[in-house]
């Protein structure tokens, strides 16, 4: 089965070695389709340039972040939301069977993860590392089942997981045509479970019954671009005065 890997990305200084690094994860993985979903007004050429390199099936697109969104606080903002939600709806019209997994554009990846999920039923989940306080979140495992998760933040959620840390057949998600992401801070995982209408006996637990780390939830250092203040040489005026 193919796997269809859903990387949300936004323009920023460290977009592209975040993507750089990724992108020579993925072109070891066979039978792989990687959808980019820029959170972006327009397509950026550079963007596709540097994806074109690794060679494998591809699909990109931008995916704004609707502006009342962008506009909360920074702790309040739907990241990758927009871009998630665009690639279920290009999934729902363009693959017919395969595996959906969400690979955000800054975590790192175990290859042996891809072998894993490749074989989802219905819904798979696995381990993260990384996670909040407690450094792992993870379902727990009883008897080859899953019976409740470790993480740091429960929240009352039913799967207090990661976005990481599953994995959807896409056969199963077409069974349910009104499953999808919610613009809700925190809650985007576990409504858009329950949407699929998933019980936790129907989860297939990966990674040696969830005792592995496959993927870890590392994030990047981010600076803010530098307003660059260009002196015109002769007149000693600063461009950035004369466009303002
Ligand atoms: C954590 C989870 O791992 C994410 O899956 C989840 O979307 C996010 O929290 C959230 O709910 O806010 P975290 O590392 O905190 O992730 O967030 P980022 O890595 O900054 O963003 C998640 C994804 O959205 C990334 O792929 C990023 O490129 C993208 N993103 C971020 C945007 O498309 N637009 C933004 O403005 C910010
Ligand atoms: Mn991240």
Partial sequence: PMIYFVTPTYPRREQFPELMRLGQTLMHVKNLHWIVADDNKNCNPNLISLLKKFEIPLTVFASPMPEVYRKRDKQQVPRGVANRRAALSWIRNNAESGVLYFGDDDNTFDLDLFQEIRHTKKVSMFPVGLIGEFAVSAPVVKEGKVVGFFDSWPANRRFPVDMAGFAVSIEFLKL?????????????????????????????????????????????????????????????????????
């Fill in 176 to 244: 349910s045509p009104g499953a999808i992401m919610p613009f809700k801070v925190g809650f985007e995982e576990d409504v858009f479970l329950k949407s699929l209408g998933i019980r936790y006996e129907d989860i297939e637990p990966l990674a040696d019954n969830c005792t592995k780390i496959l993927v870890w939830h590392t994030q990047t250092v981010n600076k803010p671009i530098p307003t660059l203040r260009i002196v015109n040489e002769d007149t000693g005026t600063s461009i950035n005065e004369l466009i303002n």
